[in-house]
């Protein structure tokens, strides 16, 4: 049975994303369901059937971006 996976949650691949404000490098800072609330990390994965969905934060201003991450089949 196949199944589909984050890539970034699972360590598959890395994912470079450069800032639209300053140009700096965006580091991911978790998937967006952990944002939720203090105890949010620890409930089950509820994300899209396609693509998860990651905040990735800049290193230089401190800026915020939502990326949907594609799934792959294992």
């Known amino acids: 049975m196949e199944k589909k996976i984050c890539p970034i949650c699972n360590k598959i691949r890395e994912i470079k994303l450069i800032c ?13 369901q952990e944002y939720f609330d203090d105890y949010s990390a ?10 998860c969905v990651h905040i990735y934060k800049c290193e230089n201003c401190g800026a915020f971006e939502k990326k949907y991450i594609k799934k792959v089949i294992v």
């Open 20 to 32: 639209g404000k300053c140009k700096g490098d965006m580091v991911d800072k978790g998937r967006q």
């Open 42 to 51: 620890d409930d089950p994965i509820n994300d899209l059937e396609d693509s």
